[in-house]
């Protein structure tokens, strides 16, 4: 069964002129998003994933309501999305938590709003500071909380009102390797405890690997959906010891490394093209693109 479609998306950006020479001479439009059609099933956990700037967080703002396509739509349940809602549940890089509350009044914040009742709510986000394994932290504010335990906050914030779809926007990519790991097992261990929808976007190939029944991969920008790769490894199998280190891994790896690498150079190319001055991916541009070059490929994983 589909829970949320994209049919045709296209969105643009309008780029201003800087007056600085360097900027487009007059306002102009970038092509951010070209017909993004993609499925995603009820209970599936899908992951997109593209070279830096190719638009995947434009994507993924307009499952979550914050923005609108220029054309073509996006449905949940057969439905136009048309603004946030209380059936998508959202966690991005940034931990975008409340400074001011602790972790427990930080997963209680939407329940407060749909008019819960105290001892209620404490229950509520008990479960699931519970579940996202922090058990007393619940009064810790955030400034007491490393970055790992602030963004299990923000899980179980999402988690807390108990929506339908979690939409993740490159949650883990701010932490350590160590860290990321943990969490990543900690997210596949809560979508087998409550069988959710997950949309979940990332650069990495390790990580879509490790989390998703299906990959999505996009093209550099305007983007696109590319191809659609199945992940033939169960999340029994994930969550077992060095299943990195397994064939079928290994090979999925490879085949998202050959279909990507065309979109990771083409990316660069954007980005040393790029007019724009002031664009946050020019000094991405030098260098290492969001960490996809051949060389952070492991040479195991270059099977014939
Ligand atoms: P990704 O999440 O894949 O890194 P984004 O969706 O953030 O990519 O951005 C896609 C493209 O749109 C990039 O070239 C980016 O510079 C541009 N872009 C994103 N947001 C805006 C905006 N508000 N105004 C103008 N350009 C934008
Ligand atoms: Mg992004």
Redesign the pocket.
Known sequence: MTKIESVNVTKS???RDLGNGKSPDADTE?L?LDQVNLEIKKGEFLVIL????????????MVCGLSKPDQGTILIDGKAIDGPGLDRGIVFQQYALFPWRTARKNVEFGLEAQNIDKHRRQEISQEYLNMVGLQGFENRYPYELSGGMKQRVAIARALAFNPEVLLM??PFAALDAQTRDILQRTLLRIKAQTGKTILF?T?SIDEAVFLADRVAV?TA?P?TIKEIIEVPISREEKLMDDVQSTPKFIKTRYALWETLKEEVDKAQE?CRSCP?EE???AEKAGGNLAGLTPESIPQKVRVQ
């Open positions: 950006y309008k780029i970038l951010a593209g070279p830096s700037g190719c638009g995947k967080s434009t994507f993924l703002d926007d490159e976007i650069h996009m920008r983007g954007i724009v664009c946050s991916f």
